[in-house]
Antibody, heavy 120, light 110 residues
Framework: QMQLVQSGPEVKKPGTSVKVSCKAS????????VQWMRQARGQRPEWIGWIFVDSGNTNYAQNFQERVTITRDMSTSTAYMELSSLRSEDTAVYYC?????????????WGQGTLVTVSS | QTVVTQDPSFSVSPGETVTLTCALNSGSVSTSYHPSWYQQTPGQAPRTLIYSTNIRSSGVPDRFSGSILGNKAALTITGAQTDDESDYYCVLYMGSGIWVFGGGTKLTVL
């Protein structure tokens, strides 16, 4: 079964960082682009950024440019999204998505989501 | 700033056809934006229905179709079913590696 499996829920304090993982199971993401987005309760989805897994090249949304780092580990078919300097407004469900292995960046296969709660 | 706009809500009766749209505040949506549509019910992961304007994802029923209508991307559900009651989002590729999501349409089928 081809799926993206994300890491579990996180509770973080303001000012700290969170790192969410997204592991491909049943397929490889070696030729894919992996996207990250988030959705806070009652809000529209926000695009965070993406990574081309083979080259490691990334592109980030302007709103997250200074706080986000997206990486990957090709040996484990896993992508990571790290967000720093967390604030309460970062409380949201974070999703990864992969394309069909064609570098298109299209959101084809989705992870199950990771709830990140930022609270003092 | 680029804003992608969707109708906040729509209500249809079972069996009816409904078209949801996705517009830009600054110009027309074309195939160059590779509009995609996904369905999401509360607490569940998104499910992509349509990508690159009109390509149906694997396993998606053919009552879902995508197109460009005038200056907007469109998702048409032909013969809506009660199971189609959900939130629907579009996402557009703006070029230069930038993607933007719409605000979503809440579809009620009753």
């Amino acid at each position: 079964q081809m799926q993206l499996v994300q890491s579990g829920p996180e509770v973080k304090k303001p000012g700290t960082s969170v790192k969410v993982s997204c592991k491909a199971s049943g397929f490889t993401i070696s030729k894919s682009a992996v996207q990250w987005m988030r959705q806070a309760r009652g809000q529209r989805p926000e695009w965070i950024g993406w990574i081309f897994v083979d080259s490691g090249n990334t592109n980030y949304a302007q709103n997250f440019q200074e706080r986000v780092t997206i990486t990957r580990d090709m040996s484990t078919s896993t992508a990571y999204m790290e967000l720093s300097s967390l604030r309460s407004e970062d409380t949201a469900v974070y999703y990864c998505a992969a394309d069909k292995g064609d570098h298109s960046g299209l959101f084809i296969r989705w992870g199950q989501g990771t709830l990140v709660t930022v609270s003092s | 700033q680029t804003v992608v706009t969707q109708d906040p809500s729509f209500s249809v009766s079972p069996g009816e056809t409904v078209t949801l749209t996705c517009a830009l505040n600054s110009g027309s949506v074309s195939t160059s934006y590779h509009p995609s549509w996904y369905q999401q019910t509360p607490g569940q992961a998104p499910r992509t229905l349509i990508y690159s304007t009109n390509i149906r994802s694997s396993g998606v029923p053919d009552r879902f179709s995508g197109s460009i209508l005038g200056n907007k991307a469109a998702l048409t559900i032909t013969g809506a079913q009660t199971d189609d009651e959900s939130d629907y989002y579009c996402v557009l590729y703006m070029g230069s590696g930038i993607w933007v999501f719409g605000g979503g349409t809440k579809l009620t089928v009753l």
